[in-house]
């Protein structure tokens, strides 16, 4: 080989420290890894590491968002006026939709006023683009170009225009780590919407399958029921799309029926998700008033849909 | 001397940087499991070749960029590398006789080892991966090996040329 005669100009036999040297390494290792399961200490180790990784995903995102440009800058005229077109048409039936959902919006605030519930209208709502999807097939994880900077939490819950997607599990400064529903480790309070049956969706490792494992055999279920989280748990806001109950398999010596549900969120295929801010999670009442009209103007210059409110008033 | 020592030692730390950024692009999923561990297999050769300058410390700060990178737990990949890397410096002076056959077998276990190391530490942490694709790995590795061997040698004498 041509490495025969390599490294000789040093003239040092290799050092006898090295079984020390990796056996020094190899405790640091399992202690960090301790540490890091059990709780989440090493939070800034992570954030101050993932810092130096972060020019390495511009790098890899570069011929991605370059190639989007490319696009973008060579669709022809006629193609823009198509889509803008179709894109005014959706809006039209969007804001059709929207108007009978603010008129039930403020049925809802004012039920909930005389039971006097909290009401948790307010969210508020960001657009974060993928970076970057994790490369270990068994973990689900993702990583979004909005972090702390932009008020990101862990706990997050991360939707797309379908569903529920995920939850951030790791705020970074100027990006962030997001767990899919569908990672093996994922546990999602859910109902069934049809009514209000509460259990636990659980991650497969599939992207397009969730297990129910803990419905009863005689649980009111049945393929084609939509499930919505439930809001129990308090990291997703109620009432978001979750999946479809796809089969429900009842063997009578089990106790437990064998459900399976396909996620309403294209999980493999997002380029672009949305995070969440409900109020609630993050800031009492009095303070979400001040919050919302506070955060209406830095937020409209970034791609943006803003909360209820804003869409009302127009 | 230091000037050119620091200029000889850029295109490896280069290349230890392209095979973090491979080891996080983005790849059709149908293809992930198959993507080579460039990081180990770019420090399987500079710890074969440069024993001195790049052993188990190295591996155990890439190892660490790697976990934070891919958000595995901390340490899990920095202690994997170590060890093959320290088993690799180990019998550095035996892998550089081996002709290419055996050291591609070598290197065949070497991932195989890591592989499973990462395996268990997913066991024990409660990480499910029991699938055959989980050692895909392995084998895209090996047979890319000769391949990347080219290159290296190509950057090694770019580095000291």
Same mark, same amino acid.
């Given at each position: 080989?041509?490495?025969?005669?390599? +490294? !000789? %100009? &040093?003239? @040092?036999?290799?050092?006898?420290?090295?079984?020390?040297?990796?056996?020094?390494?190899?405790?640091?290792?399992?202690?960090?890894? $301790?540490?890091?399961?059990?709780? !989440?200490?090493? =939070?800034?180790?992570?954030k101050a590491i993932g810092a130096t990784v972060y020019p390495l995903r511009v790098v890899v995102d570069t011929p991605v968002s370059?190639?989007?440009? $490319?696009?973008?800058a060579a669709a @022809?005229? +006629?193609?823009?006026? *198509?889509? !803008?077109?179709?894109?005014? @048409?959706? %809006? *039209?039936?969007?804001?059709?939709?929207?108007?009978?959902?603010?008129?039930?919006?403020?049925? !809802?605030?004012?039920?909930?006023?005389?039971?006097?519930?909290?009401?948790? $209208?307010h969210e508020r709502v960001r657009v974060a683009e993928i970076m970057s999807v994790s490369s270990d097939p068994f973990r689900h994880v993702l990583v979004v170009d909005?972090?702390?900077?932009?008020?990101?939490?862990?706990? /997050?819950?991360?939707?797309?225009?379908?569903?529920? $997607?995920?939850?951030?599990?790791?705020?970074? *400064?100027?990006?962030?780590?997001?767990?899919?529903?569908?990672?093996?480790?994922?546990?999602?309070?859910?109902?069934?919407?049809? +009514?209000?049956?509460?259990?636990?969706?659980?991650?497969?490792?599939?992207?397009?399958?969730?297990?129910?494992? &803990?419905?009863?055999? +005689?649980?009111?279920?049945?393929?084609?029921?939509?499930?919505? @989280?439930s809001g129990r748990g308090g990291a997703f806001p109620a009432g978001y799309p979750v999946a479809i109950v796809e089969s429900v398999t009842r063997i009578p010596q089990e106790p437990f029926a064998a459900v399976t549900a396909t996620p309403?969120?294209?999980?493999? /295929?997002?380029?672009?998700?949305?995070?969440?801010?409900s109020s609630e999670s993050e800031l009492s009442d009095d303070e979400v008033l001040d919050r919302a009209e506070e955060t209406? =103007?830095?937020?409209?210059? =970034?791609?943006?849909i803003v909360d209820n409110e804003g869409d009302e008033n127009e | 001397m230091s000037d050119a020592r620091i200029s000889s030692h850029l295109p490896i730390i280069f290349s230890i940087a392209v095979a973090l950024l491979l080891s996080i692009a983005p790849i059709p999923d149908s293809a992930e499991p198959f993507r080579p561990t460039w990081v180990l297999l770019t420090l399987i050769y500079w710890a074969m070749t440069l024993p001195d300058n790049y052993s188990v410390g190295s591996a155990?700060?890439?190892?660490l960029i790697l976990d934070v990178a891919q958000g595995t737990l901390l340490g899990q990949h920095a202690i994997g590398l170590s060890l093959v890397i320290?088993?690799?410096?180990?019998?550095?002076?035996?892998?550089?006789?081996?002709?290419?056959?055996?050291?591609?077998?070598?290197v065949f276990a070497l991932l195989a080892l890591y592989q499973f190391i990462l395996f268990w530490i997913n066991g024990v942490a409660g990480v499910n991966s029991e699938s055959v694709i989980y050692w895909g790995p392995v084998l895209t590795g090996t047979l890319i090996w000769p391949l990347l061997n080219i290159v290296f040698v190509g950057i090694r004498q770019r580095a000291r040329g």
């Open positions: 080989m041509a490495s025969s005669k390599s +490294n !000789n %100009r &040093f003239g @040092t036999p290799f050092s006898p420290a090295l079984g020390l040297r990796f056996l020094l390494l190899a405790g640091l290792s399992i202690l960090l890894m $301790v540490v890091d399961h059990r709780d !989440n200490h090493l =939070d800034t180790v992570r370059a190639w989007r440009w $490319v696009i973008d @022809t005229r +006629n193609e823009l006026q *198509l889509e !803008n077109s179709r894109l005014n @048409t959706e %809006r *039209l039936i969007t804001r059709a939709r929207l108007q009978r959902y603010s008129s039930l919006e403020a049925e !809802n605030a004012r039920l909930r006023a005389m039971l006097e519930a909290r009401s948790q $209208v909005k972090g702390t900077r932009d008020n990101v939490f862990d706990g /997050q819950a991360v939707i797309d225009a379908e569903g529920i $997607v995920g939850q951030i599990i790791e705020a970074g *400064l100027l990006s962030s780590q997001a767990m899919l529903i569908s990672d093996p480790g994922h546990d999602l309070p859910i109902e069934v919407n049809r +009514n209000g049956l509460r259990t636990i969706a659980r991650g497969t490792g599939e992207y397009d399958r969730l297990d129910l494992p &803990f419905l009863p055999n +005689n649980a009111d279920i049945e393929p084609g029921d939509l499930l919505v @989280t309403a969120a294209a999980l493999n /295929q997002v380029r672009e998700v949305m995070l969440i801010w209406m =103007d830095p937020i409209a210059a =970034d791609p943006v | 155990w700060i890439a190892g320290y088993v690799t410096v180990k019998f550095h002076l035996q892998l550089r006789q081996f002709p290419m056959m055996q050291l591609s077998i070598t």
